[in-house]
């Protein structure tokens, strides 16, 4: 079960990596993506065109006697069109100069992104949400939707997966089950309807099945079918269920344990808008500009096609401007705790006993404790005491580790895990952030603490002369509070590309969620036979909560287009918790939009939002235009007479019809600025609104009109929200404009202005 690695407290980074180091030589041929934008055919045979069209514009720039590699090619051509290819940088360079090119960038690797959570989001939703409720119990969800992970795979044997009571696969699918030595047709079924996998090269063997276990774990969690009795070696039992259990499941495996190639990322997003999913749930991420993102190119063009892609923040938190996938048309999701900690409780010598977070299966007792040692007390004669504080590598003894148990305070400097695990008795980490964060140690004893238990842990060393202690085994905490509470890694806005998009948009369970994995045969619980479920952190699970949820929606209100249905879970997304006070961050202040975007999803209330905001192609088509891309780029991506408007400019990207408002520079001494808005009515007829705002004092906001009326046959009215400065603190102001009915429909629309 738990490896070595698993002790990292930090369970999934985020970051990026280059494939391979690359000879400096700019004559060496590289891996590279060639993008040429829209697609407006989606029919087999004009594809073929677009294959030859690709070869000969390769065959334009590679030197004859070199033709072979343009064998390597990988072709998009479904919902968009380009190829992979070797490129020497010259190569490239001309390339990225061609009418035809929108952007020519090297082929990286996407990183992952790393069940009582679905309760828990129910329970939250509170009153409204029962008679919310009561008005579907009698509603069958279809089970016609569809849900594309595009991840590392899947392993099918698992019970989540099951197809009990699915009926035919709906007609218009049109993916495919593709076959592997390990993986046969049988492996797919009414539940699984498809599973496709990509490789790097020619030598490159590729299958759907998952050996990572991150594709499995998110796919269950959007999807999953009721399992009873799951849990991890016992931890967490329970019935298991995604998000939309009657959903469906295509499986496009872009990854291995490395990372997911860029060149497969945007082969599988082409496949997955082809083969009609209605939904794409992508865990993977790196920070590069939006013409160089998978997410954002194979995101733009799902759009369009009606499909919506629900993807994560990112794990760089809590730093701001640390988020990822900051386009418009892309659903981001940052990471919460959920109602349940995991306790292991640290026993001093003193009898003192402090609940610390951990997933362990410590054999020790209450009876007997262990000599207790902090970082700087067994250092060695070499190291600065910082650094043996935090046990960085090299700076402790591993001699006098041994039989005891081990107390350092977190840093970011590597920690020799390895070394613990192998001499000492077990191992304490202070940090302040992680104490909400159980990472999982297999056998070995351990628990993170937070600063103040921490300190008295420390002090106790400090005063007593044969300091000691024990840690037990990691018990289940049910109805913890408060929760949720922003992850410690969940990564925040506001957006490095654009601070004119509100991002993330909402935040959903992240933190120790438990979904079907893939069975570790070394299983080191002796005796046990290994686990089907686990416990994964990260955006990466907090993704296919948002994923599953559209699709619920989705199931229930099935001609609502995906704009809809991410407004609808937008504006009524929650910013309490579960003692009914705001949501906060992991050291205890209140969180703002730029760690929570709206605030948790709510489900149940998202059937029923009232009215929504539908955000156009053309509301993203504009978006381009403000963003400054070229008339040629701008033309390729949107293959349609679109005009950009006259006036274009960075500032005006907050005027697109998005459910939350973001002004990146509001100057106090220039009059007010004023946003405009349209939303749709998706509840009852003659519904009348009335908005209120909540606002930092000093800053100005005024709605009008202050009353939206959808008389009969209106379903569409707009309504303007002003902000003015003059009096705000610098810096961002955030604050909340409701639109209620009277009756159950609040329509919360959050806004952040950064005043200069
Ligand atoms: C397909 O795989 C299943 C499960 O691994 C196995 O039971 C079955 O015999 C395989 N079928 C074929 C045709 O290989
Ligand atoms: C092909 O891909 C595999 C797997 O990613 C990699 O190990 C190998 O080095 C690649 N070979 C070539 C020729 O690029
Ligand atoms: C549920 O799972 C636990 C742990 O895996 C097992 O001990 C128990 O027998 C199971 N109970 C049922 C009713 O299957
Ligand atoms: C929590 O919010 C406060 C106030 O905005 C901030 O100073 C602190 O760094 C945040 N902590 C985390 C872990 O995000
Ligand atoms: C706990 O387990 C370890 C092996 O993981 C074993 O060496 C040790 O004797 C066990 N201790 C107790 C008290 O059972
Ligand atoms: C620690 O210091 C002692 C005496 O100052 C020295 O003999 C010994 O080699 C040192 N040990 C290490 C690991 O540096
Ligand atoms: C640890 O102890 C072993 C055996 O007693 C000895 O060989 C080794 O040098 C010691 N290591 C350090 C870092 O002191
Ligand atoms: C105990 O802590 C105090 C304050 O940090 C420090 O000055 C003192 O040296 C410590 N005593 C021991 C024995 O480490
Ligand atoms: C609403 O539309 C229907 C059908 O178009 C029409 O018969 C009806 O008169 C309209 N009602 C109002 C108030 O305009």
Request: glycine content about 8%.
């Amino acid at each position: 079960m738990a490896s070595l690695l698993q002790l990292l407290p930090f369970i999934c980074l985020h970051f990026l990596t280059v494939i391979a180091s690359f000879s400096s030589s700019n004559q060496t041929p590289k891996p590279y993506i060639v993008y040429l934008g829209s697609s407006s055919k989606i029919e087999n045979g004009e594809a073929e065109d677009t294959e030859l069209a690709h070869l000969q514009l390769l065959s334009s720039i590679i030197p004859s006697e070199e033709s072979e590699r343009i064998s390597l090619i990988h072709h998009y051509k479904h919902a968009f069109k380009g190829f992979s290819a070797m490129l020497t940088e010259e190569e490239a360079f001309a390339l990225s100069g061609h009418d035809e090119v929108v952007s020519v960038f090297p082929n990286l690797l996407l990183k992952f992104d790393t069940t009582r959570s679905w309760d828990f989001l129910e329970a939250e939703a509170g009153e409204r949400s029962r008679s919310t409720w009561s008005n579907y119990r009698n509603h069958q969800p279809s089970t016609d939707v569809i849900i594309g992970v595009i991840d590392s795979g899947i392993w099918p044997e698992s019970p989540s997966f099951n197809d009990k009571g699915f009926g035919e696969i709906p007609s218009r699918w049109k993916g495919v089950c593709m076959e592997s030595p390990d993986f046969n047709k049988s492996n797919c079924n009414r539940k699984l309807i498809g599973a496709r996998y990509y490789v790097a090269n020619k030598s490159d063997t590729g299958s759907a099945r998952d050996y990572d276990g991150h594709g499995t774990h998110c796919a269950s969690t959007a999807a999953g079918a009721h399992v009873a009795n799951a849990s991890y070696y016992g931890l967490a039992q329970g019935k298991a269920r995604g998000g939309s259990p009657s959903s469906r499941l295509a499986i496009y495996s872009a990854c291995n344990a490395f990372g997911c190639l860029t060149s497969n990322v945007l082969k599988a997003f082409d496949d997955a808008i082809q083969d009609g999913v209605d939904i794409i749930s992508v865990s993977l991420g790196f920070n590069q500009p939006y013409l160089h993102d998978p997410i954002a190119i194979g995101g733009f063009h799902a759009e369009q096609h009606g499909v919506l892609v629900v993807t994560s923040a990112g794990n760089a938190g809590p730093l701001p401007s640390t988020i990822t996938k900051t386009a418009p048309w892309v659903f981001t999701v940052g990471a919460s705790t959920i109602d349940r900690n995991f306790a292991s409780t640290v026993l001093l010598g003193n009898e003192k006993s402090f609940q610390g977070s951990a997933i362990s299966f410590s054999n020790l007792t209450r009876s007997k404790t262990y000599p207790l040692a902090f970082g700087k007390d067994i250092a060695t004669n070499l190291s600065v005491v910082s650094q043996a504080r935090s046990c960085s590598i090299r700076s402790v003894d591993p001699n006098k580790t041994v039989g005891k148990i081990v107390v350092c305070i977190s840093s970011d400097s590597t920690i020799p895990w390895e070394l613990f695990t192998r001499l000492a008795e077990g191992y304490i980490l202070v940090d302040e952030d992680y104490k909400y964060v159980p990472s999982d140690s297999g056998l070995f004893p351990f628990a993170v603490v937070g600063n103040s238990d921490g300190s008295q842990i420390i002090n106790y060393i400090n005063s007593t002369k044969n300091p000691t202690a024990t840690i037990l085994p990691t018990v289940e905490v049910p109805r913890y509070k408060p929760a949720p509470v922003v992850a410690p890694f969940s990564s925040r806005g506001p957006g490095a590309f654009t601070e004119n998009i509100l991002k993330p948009d909402v935040t959903a369970p992240g933190v120790a969620i438990l979904a079907a994995i893939v069975p570790d045969e070394e299983s080191d619980l002796a005796g046990e036979k290994p686990a089907d479920y686990g416990f994964m952190s990260g955006t990466s699970m907090a993704c296919p909560h948002v994923a599953g949820a559209a699709a619920f929606i989705k199931s229930l209100h099935p001609t609502w287009t995906s704009t809809m249905i991410k407004s609808a879970l937008i504006t009524t997304a929650t910013v309490y918790d579960n003692i009914g006070k705001p949501l906060k961050n992991s050291s205890g202040y209140y969180a703002n939009p730029h760690e929570i975007g709206a605030g948790e999803i709510s489900p149940p209330n998202a059937l029923n939002p009232g009215f929504v905001f539908e955000t156009t192609t053309e509301d993203y088509f504009r978006f381009l235009c403000y963003y400054g891309f070229s008339n040629k780029i701008i033309k390729l991506m949107t293959s349609t007479n679109f005009n950009c408007p006259k006036k274009s400019s960075h500032e005006l990207i907050s005027n697109i019809n998005y459910p939350s408002i973001s002004i990146s520079k509001l100057d106090r001494h220039k009059a007010f600025r004023t946003i405009e808005r349209t939303v749709t009515n998706v509840g009852s007829m003659n519904a009348i609104y009335t908005a209120s705002i909540q606002a930092p004092s000093g800053l100005a906001v005024n709605v009008y009109p202050e009353k939206i009326e959808f008389a009969e046959n209106v379903t569409r009215v707009s309504f303007k929200v002003s902000f003015n400065s003059k009096e705000a603190d610098s810096g961002y102001n955030f604050g909340l404009i409701t639109w209620w009915d009277g009756q159950d429909n609040y329509v919360r629309i959050v806004f952040a202005v950064n005043v200069e």
